[in-house]
């Protein structure tokens, strides 16, 4: 099973902009099959952007041209690029992981405060 560590959380204004990290370990570097979730406290986990295991790319509608997702086979890390951020971006990131006929993975989240 992959390990995921997040990291690059943190409070930004509005406007400004964050990089999130997911360090990945335990099997092959693939950006296929991995994605970004972020969670509201009280609200269900939603998925932010992802590459799905055939390798299509997927950006929610509200994020669409202000987050950006990229892998790094080096380093083994799946990053998120996030852009004109909004209050309403607020949240605890997750980085996961489809695991296929393995069972899926989850970082421990990350959270972005976008406040003023």
């Known amino acids: 099973q992959v390990q995921l560590v997040e990291s690059g959380g943190g409070l930004v204004q509005p406007g400004g902009s964050l990089r999130l990290s997911c360090a990945t370990s335990?099997?092959?570097?693939?950006?296929?099959?991995m994605a970004w979730y972020r969670q509201v406290p009280g609200y269900q986990r939603e998925l932010v952007a992802g590459?799905?295991?055939?390798?299509?790319?997927k950006y929610d509608d509200s994020v669409r041209g202000r987050f950006t997702i990229s892998g790094d086979n080096a380093k083994r890390t799946f990053d998120l690029q996030m852009t004109g951020l909004k209050p309403e971006d607020t949240a605890i990131y997750y980085c996961?992981?489809?695991?296929?006929?393995?069972?899926?993975?989850w970082g421990q989240g990350t959270q972005v405060t976008v406040s003023s």
């Open positions: 996961f992981k489809d695991g296929g006929r393995e069972p899926d993975s």
């Open positions: 590459v799905s295991r055939t390798g299509i790319t």
């Open positions: 335990g099997s092959p570097f693939s950006v296929y099959g």
